[in-house]
């Protein structure tokens, strides 16, 4: 649903975007062998004698913080960003232009541009941390000062219904 509310307001703005096919991993031992290649992309023109088609241009990773209510930094309750793990951003090719973040009734968003990576930090991070299946994973960390925040117009926002 993430991905759609952010596909929407992409293309209300004019852009051209792709939505690649999810695959999912039949175990949890698997699911390196299923990594993506992006949640969306946005697509640019290219143009010959004749012609003219939309090719996948840049790569965006979308996320629900389905745990946190944010609308901009100031009510951010946490100290520093997580942006992804750090074998995923490792691993990816091409490097994702940005990550989207949105908030958990869907109203909000933020942006981590993949521009900033120098500026992030690796650091090993609880990971459903309280739970039983919590565990330790290595993640990139980005300073607050580099996050951006959004409102999406209420035309393209799909408030939660939170229970």
């Known amino acids: 649903m993430a991905v759609g509310v952010i ?20 175990t949890w031992e698997e ?11 946005v697509c640019k023109e290219v143009s010959g004698a004749g012609y003219s ?4 241009d840049q790569r965006y990773e979308i996320k ?19 942006v992804c793990a750090k074998r995923a951003w490792d ?3 091409p490097k994702p232009t940005a990550f989207i973040f949105l908030n958990r009734r869907m109203t909000h ?20 941390k309280g739970t039983p299946n919590a565990f330790k994973a290595w993640r990139y960390i980005c ?5 951006e925040w959004r409102e999406l117009d209420p035309a393209e926002a799909r408030p939660y219904k939170l229970a």
């Open 91 to 93: 691993k990816a090719k």
């Open 64 to 82: 629900h913080l389905w745990r946190q209510e944010f609308t901009c930094l100031k009510d951010w309750d946490e100290q520093t960003f997580i």
């Open 53 to 56: 088609v939309y090719r996948p």
């Open 143 to 147: 300073p607050l000062e580099l996050v």
């Open 7 to 26: 596909a929407a307001h992409f293309a209300r703005s004019g852009k051209h975007v792709v939505l690649p096919a999810v695959r999912y991993a039949p």
């Open 109 to 128: 968003f933020a942006i981590v541009r993949g521009s900033t990576a120098d500026q992030w930090e690796a650091k090993e991070r609880w990971n459903f």
């Open 31 to 41: 699911r390196f062998q299923y990594a993506d290649d992006g949640d969306l992309w």
